[in-house]
């Protein structure tokens, strides 16, 4: 019994030595020393023998129940330590290795043309203003003097979202909200960027494209200080021997109205392909705030006079850069995208 006993022993270190998981461990744990294991069906079997042997085979049977657990713990511990300095050794940093770049973003042309926009207004004393995306039909249409109905409103197809709201056709409608927040202090200065939606889409229309929406409101406000305001403007953004040129138009919410024109950047003035041999390019439209607008923001039209422009962005981008489609703008591809800025 005894000698069953020691061999026993030697065949269970031996065994836990060689674990090569915590899973065999268990394993061999309870091939062993669980409930149905070779060293506790020895000492379940103690009533076997013969009683005089019994104390010294219960003790060496306890005593090696006592050491295997201890070997087996030790094991144990040997076996965590060696899964962590694996785990360091691969994960291990090479603090040699030259470092990886950060790749950093830069600004949108849209952006960056906006930004231009808004510094050159906001040095001629104007401030940023904005509105929302979606608008009442009363902030996009009614209050800018197009009645429901008016032909006026066929030429900016809108989508609309309930019969009240719609995404806003031109960023006109800030010009009304800026007033009424204002009205009646003097003077109102304020350049409105932001998108703007229209149903339409090809090389030079977009159904979502950018706005720029400028406002002056004073007494004594003349069309002579439009002409000098977007002079000024034209000269800052396309060089100092730029001109403009103003035809007559029509929109609503102001009277008179011109499109304004810029000459041709490509052929300056001498007329081209671009500029359909015309020498010129349209950029914007302006005019002065009609009374009816000042009215309804809280101005009275006896006292105060204003003008007003709206220019678009995509517009401007493409001809201070020289693109030829509108759509590059918003397809995001990183070759065109990474030549501004
Ligand atoms: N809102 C007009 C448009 O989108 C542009 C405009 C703005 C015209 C301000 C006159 C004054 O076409």
Same mark, same amino acid.
């Given at each position: ?129 904005? #509105?929302?995306?979606?608008?009442? =039909?009363?902030?996009?249409? $009614?209050? /800018?003097?197009?009645?429901?109905? +008016? @032909? ?118 001498? #007329?081209?392909?671009?500029?359909? =041999?015309?020498?010129?390019? $349209?950029? /914007?439209?302006?005019?002065?705030? +009609? @009374? ?50």
């Amino acid at each position: 019994m005894q000698q069953q006993l020691e061999e026993l022993g030697r065949e269970a270190r031996l065994q836990i030595e060689n674990a090569a998981s915590p899973e065999e461990l268990k394993e061999i744990k309870v091939r062993f020393l669980g409930k149905k294991g070779e060293l506790t069906a020895i000492l379940r079997g103690l009533g076997t023998i013969p009683s005089e042997q019994r104390p010294a085979v219960g003790r060496q049977a306890n005593d090696l129940r006592t050491l295997l657990e201890e070997v087996i713990e030790q094991r144990e511990h040997a076996l965590r330590d060696l899964s962590r300095s694996n785990q360091w050794e691969k994960e291990r940093i090479d603090v040699t290795l030259p470092g990886r770049p950060v790749s950093m973003g830069q600004k949108h042309p849209l952006t960056l043309i906006t930004d231009e926009i808004k510094e050159i207004f906001v040095g001629l004393g104007f401030q940023v203003a904005h #509105g929302p995306d979606i608008e009442t =039909d009363y902030y996009n249409y $009614e209050a /800018l003097n197009f009645p429901a109905d +008016h @032909p006026a409103r066929d030429m900016q197809d809108s989508f609309y979202l309930t019969e009240k709201y719609l995404l806003r056709t031109h960023t006109s409608p800030v010009q009304v909200r800026a007033m009424e927040k204002k009205a009646p202090r003097l003077p109102v200065r304020i350049i409105a960027p932001g998108k703007v939606f229209r149903r339409d889409d090809d090389a030079t229309h977009s159904p979502m494209f950018h706005q720029i929406e400028g406002l002056a409101v004073d007494k004594d406000i003349t069309f002579a200080d439009l002409k000098g305001t977007l002079l000024t403007f034209v000269r800052q953004m396309f060089g100092p021997e730029q001109k403009i040129r103003l035809r007559p138009s029509f929109f609503p919410f102001t009277e008179p109205s011109a499109e304004v024109d810029i000459l041709c950047v490509m052929c300056k003035g001498k #007329g081209c392909r671009v500029c359909s =041999d015309t020498g010129w390019l $349209e950029i /914007l439209g302006a005019g002065m705030v +009609h @009374p009816h607008v000042l009215s309804v923001s809280g101005y009275d039209p006896r006292e105060v006079t204003g003008f007003a422009f709206g220019m678009g962005v995509e517009r401007i981008a493409m001809l201070k850069y020289g693109i030829g489609d509108l759509r590059h703008f918003f397809t995001n591809d990183l070759r065109f995208l990474k030549q501004f800025g």
